[in-house]
């Protein structure tokens, strides 16, 4: 007799009092605190970012790494921010502490695994954004990044649950979010998109995280949310980890983006090669 699934509640009662959980740095929360005043300035940044000296030196790797192009030109936090002006720097600043923080373990997947599938979607989202000429190709690097942070919250608090959606996906031969889905009411987009609102990011972020799956809801940032789905397929087959489903060509979304799949196959070399540095610059063994 099948067993029937473990329960996770509701979207909002799975997301309620997660800040011992999964939540914002403190280092970044300062930054945003900076961000919202309007006396604060290049200085101010600066000394927020470098109070750690770990995540500093981070984040200049990043920034003179071949994905953002500055090429060993920036070499203190306040000649980044004048190169690349605080909108781009709070997003990296946002996505690197919140992978240093984020390190919980589980029995799910290790964290490891979890985060070099997040980078190469970052890594491949960023691209293709180069590619189509999209506005911010940084900014959806660190979506990219982040997109999947909602399943380390069902790892933590629901194991089980987690567990069942797994073995659901293997079972139907489908993706895991579908899963997810049938077993939550939801999946790890929604949670995310629901973390997201609740951190006070930038409507961007949780309507492209929220949407990813199913872009054609979203009116305001659907290429960004398309070309964050086809960044996330191809993440789950080049990074499988708990993912058990290989999303066809025919299931990518190419059309919807305008994207040929001889571009799309020629662009891998580089998304694997720049995913690589990342993963060493970004992931603490």
Same mark, same amino acid.
């Given at each position: 007799?099948?067993?029937?699934?473990?329960?996770?509640?509701?979207?909002?009662?799975?997301?309620?009092?997660?800040?011992?959980?999964?939540?914002?740095?403190?280092?970044?929360?300062?930054?945003?605190?900076?961000?919202?005043?309007?006396?604060?300035?290049?200085?101010?940044?600066?000394?927020?970012?470098?109070?750690?000296?770990?995540?500093?030196?981070?984040?200049?790797?990043?920034?003179?790494?071949?994905?953002?192009?500055?090429?060993?030109?920036?070499?203190?936090?306040?000649?980044?921010?004048?190169?690349?002006?605080?909108?781009?720097?709070?997003?990296?600043?946002?996505?690197?502490?919140?992978?240093?923080?984020?390190?919980?373990?589980?029995?799910?997947?290790?964290?490891?695994?979890?985060?070099?599938?997040?980078?190469?979607?970052?890594?491949?989202?960023?691209?293709?954004?180069?590619?189509?000429?999209?506005?911010?190709?940084?900014?959806?690097?660190?979506?990219?990044?982040?997109?999947? #942070? @909602?399943?380390? %919250?069902?790892? =933590?608090?629901?194991? $089980?649950?987690?567990?069942? !959606?797994?073995?659901?996906?293997?079972? *139907?031969?489908?993706?895991?979010?579908?899963?997810?889905?049938?077993?939550?009411?939801?999946?790890?987009?929604?949670?995310?998109?629901?973390?997201?609102?609740?951190?006070?990011?930038?409507?961007?972020?949780?309507?492209? #995280? @929220?949407?990813? %799956?199913?872009? =054609?809801?979203?009116? $305001?940032?659907?290429?960004? !949310?398309?070309?964050?789905?086809?960044? *996330?397929?191809?993440?789950?087959?080049?990074?499988?980890?708990?993912?058990?489903?290989?999303?066809?060509?025919?299931?990518?979304?190419?059309?919807?983006?305008?994207?040929?799949?001889?571009?799309?196959?020629?662009?891998?070399?580089?998304?694997?090669?720049?995913? =690589?540095?990342?993963?060493?610059?970004?992931?603490?063994?």
């Amino acid at each position: 007799m099948e067993q029937p699934a473990p329960k996770v509640g509701s979207l909002e009662e799975l997301t309620a009092n997660t800040a011992s959980l999964i939540s914002l740095p403190e280092i970044y929360l300062k930054f945003k605190q900076l961000m919202d005043d309007e006396a604060s300035d290049i200085q101010d940044f600066a000394r927020v970012v470098t109070m750690d000296p770990n995540l500093t030196g981070v984040v200049l790797k990043v920034i003179n790494s071949p994905l953002y192009g500055f090429s060993g030109q920036i070499h203190a936090i306040d000649r980044a921010i004048n190169l690349m002006g605080l909108g781009q720097l709070h997003d990296l600043v946002l996505a690197l502490s919140a992978v240093d923080a984020i390190r919980i373990g589980n029995d799910i997947e290790q964290i490891k695994t979890f985060w070099q599938r997040s980078i190469y979607c970052g890594v491949m989202a960023r691209l293709l954004a180069q590619h189509l000429n999209l506005r911010d190709p940084a900014g959806l690097f660190v979506i990219g990044l982040l997109h999947e #942070i @909602g399943r380390i %919250l069902v790892f =933590i608090k629901h194991p $089980e649950a987690a567990r069942a !959606a797994i073995i659901d996906a293997r079972q *139907h031969a489908c993706p895991l979010a579908s899963s997810e889905g049938r077993i939550f009411g939801y999946h790890y987009g929604d949670i995310g998109a629901q973390l997201m609102a609740d951190w006070n990011l930038p409507v961007k972020f949780h309507t492209v #995280i @929220g949407l990813h %799956l199913d872009p =054609i809801r979203s009116s $305001e940032h659907y290429a960004e !949310a398309a070309l964050l789905g086809l960044s *996330h397929k191809m993440a789950t087959f080049a990074r499988p980890g708990i993912e058990p489903y290989h999303y066809t060509e025919g299931e990518l979304g190419l059309d919807h983006l305008k994207i040929d799949a001889a571009d799309l196959e020629a662009l891998l070399p580089e998304v694997e090669k720049l995913s =690589i540095e990342m993963e060493s610059m970004i992931i603490k063994n």
